[in-house]
């Protein structure tokens, strides 16, 4: 089952190493249009509007982290099983506590997508000369894990965790974003 993950990007955040090192991570909020992610039964992708209903769970971000897919090596794409169907990940990061290292971070999701080097170099061009996306699609799926809640309009997607401590993903088949390029 493919279901639609629909964010709202608020900021853009470019790491050039090299040619074959660049990554573009986009942070993102729940659109006031997408509905309501549930991930497990404390955490929730949703926009404010749409988080009134669901007060005791703990709001999730999500950060889209786009690389070119020449940029991975081949062991690195056959381990996250990449393929003309499969261009990336989304996983859940549960929330964690501060050590002697790290700060303490909330549950949040982070997807991982590789876009053909034509296709990144063109999405890299249009945001360069100043173009803002006004929205973002994640089309994501993954059998027995995503579905659907009893709302006849799709609106809820529930995310099955066994484990809520532990990181999980689910694939992404595709992305889609609408840039305006004139007015």
């Given amino acids: 089952m493919n279901v639609y993950l629909r964010a709202t990007p608020k900021r853009a955040i470019l790491s050039h190493a090299s040619d074959d090192e660049t990554l573009l991570i986009t942070k993102c909020t729940a659109a006031d249009n997408s509905g309501v992610l549930e991930i497990g039964k404390e955490h929730v992708f949703a926009s404010r509007k749409n988080r009134s209903l669901l007060r005791r769970r703990h709001a999730c971000e999500l950060d889209v982290r786009i690389k070119r897919r020449s940029s991975i090596s ?51 061009n249009t945001l360069l000369s100043g173009k803002r996306p006004k929205w973002l699609y994640l089309d994501i799926e993954r059998e027995g894990t995503l579905g659907y809640g009893w709302e006849p309009d799709g609106s809820r997607i529930e995310w099955r965790i066994e484990n809520p401590s532990d990181p ?8 889609a974003m609408r840039i305006e390029l004139f007015k």
């Fill in 74 to 124: 081949e062991q690195a794409a056959e381990k996250l099983n990449l393929s003309k169907d499969k261009i990336g990940e989304l996983s859940f990061c549960p929330p964690s506590k501060a050590d002697e290292v790290n700060t303490a971070s909330p549950a949040s999701l982070e997807a991982s997508v590789f876009l053909n080097d034509r296709l990144f170099d063109s999405l890299m």
């Fill in 168 to 175: 999980t993903s689910v694939n992404v088949t595709s992305i």
